[in-house]
Every structure is written in C-alpha cells, then in structure tokens.
C-alpha cells in the first residue's frame, strides 16, 4: 500500500446486501460499514454475519469506539451482541457506546441485558442532535419513514462530510436534509413498490428513481450505493451505477462486498 497517497479516511463494506431475501440467501453479505475516521474506529448497522466479515478482513473490533444501529431490523442490528462481545474483549474491558434509536431498546431490545454493563455507555440517537465519537461528529438531520424508529446520519471528520441515508420510503423534503461530499445511499429496490404484494412485505425503501432524485438534489462530489436488494442484485449494482453516473452527471459507485473506500478519492473530483 502506498501509504503517502493514503487518506487516513477509509469506509469499508462488510456487506451490501439489504431486505430479507438477500439476508437469507446471503447472496451479498450483510455485516454493515466500517469506519476509520482520522483515527476514530466505529462500526455502523452489524447485520448478519458482521462478525464473520470482521474476522475475515482482519479488522480489530477491540479498536472500536462505537457501534452504531440506525434501527431495529434484523439485517442492521443481528450481529449487535457478538459485535459488542468483540468489542470488549469478551466482556472484560469496559469499552465503547452503543448508539441506537430508543425503540431499538425498549420495543424490542437489540442487545442482550447481560452486556449492557461492558459497554461504557448507550445513547440514544435523537432527532437533531449531535454527537461524538472520537475526533468524529454525527448528527441525525431527519426520521425516516421505515415502520420502526429509524435515522439516517450525517458524519463530519475534520475533512469530509458524509451523508448516510439509510433506508427509507422516499418522501419529498428527504433529500433537503441531507448534504455531503460523500453520499451514501441504501438503495434496496430498483422499482418502486406501491402495492403491497404480500402481507409484511417491507415496501419502505429507496428505489432507482429515488436515488436520481437525491443525488442530483443533494450534488455530492461521489455518491456510493449499498444495501441492494434482490431486483438490484439481478440487474446489478455496477450497472445501476453507471446509469445513474450517466443521468445525473455525479460519480455513482456500487459498493462492493469487501470494497474499502478511501475517502482520499473525494478530494480529486
Ligand atoms: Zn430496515
């Protein structure tokens, strides 16, 4: 690696799978995002398998200072406990703070009682507030409409700003929200689903059209999608984003299993 050119600012993939049929196929992985922010180590939204790709890439959860869950479903909290495990050192070091939004402790609670008390501390995320973690500050800007409490965040490193809009149903005002040099986007359908096919069919997700509408709004330098669907996957991702590239004129990349992105890259555009 050449460590000259290399940003101290790096986003890696430990999935990019989302929705329920890609979590049970595994067809894509489904281990959330690692953060390394000039410094500042933290995991967002461990789905299924996270522990499997953390020790797979040879991350060190033990250098983890947070673990972030924008919500309560399945493909981004499952893996919360072991993560939290992980984190410190099997329970025996104190270490680290869960931020998660209120439901995802008291609806329906995402992590195990009996590990509460290895973790230094658990914050809520709440509507407009800022928070830190490390030399990092994020900020929730707006609830998404996503059948359970759910945000999307805004992350500002002494360098870069990153807007993460997790998943959604897409509205009007959703994009005013949110600005960046870096957009991320959960774009878990190709097409729009208005019908309900099925009962409990999860219909709040950003779709294709949607994801032109935001970038060309919020004017990223790069924007970079994650958490594909099914429909996605079939059409697949890397060609999803050189159509968007193509209408909207902003570098779109398809994140990949594995991909670590250097935020670097941002200051060449
Ligand atoms: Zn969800």
Redesign the pocket.
Known sequence: MNNENQSNETITFLGTG??RFMIISQLLASGGLWFNLDGTQFLMDPGPGCIVQVTKRKLDPQQLKAIIV??R?L??SADVNVMTEAMTDGGFEKRGTLFCPRDAMETDSILHSYLKKSLEGIEYIELGKTYSVGNIAFTAPVRHI???E?YGLIFKTPKHTIAYI??TKYFEELGSYYRGDLLMLNLTFLQPRLVPNRPGA?L??LAEPDAERLIKEIKPKTAILTHFGMGVWRAKPEVVAAGLTQKTGIKVIAATDGMTYDLAELDKI
């Open positions: 989302g929705a924008s919500h479903h493909d981004h996503h059948m359970v759910n997790t998943d999860p709040d997700h």
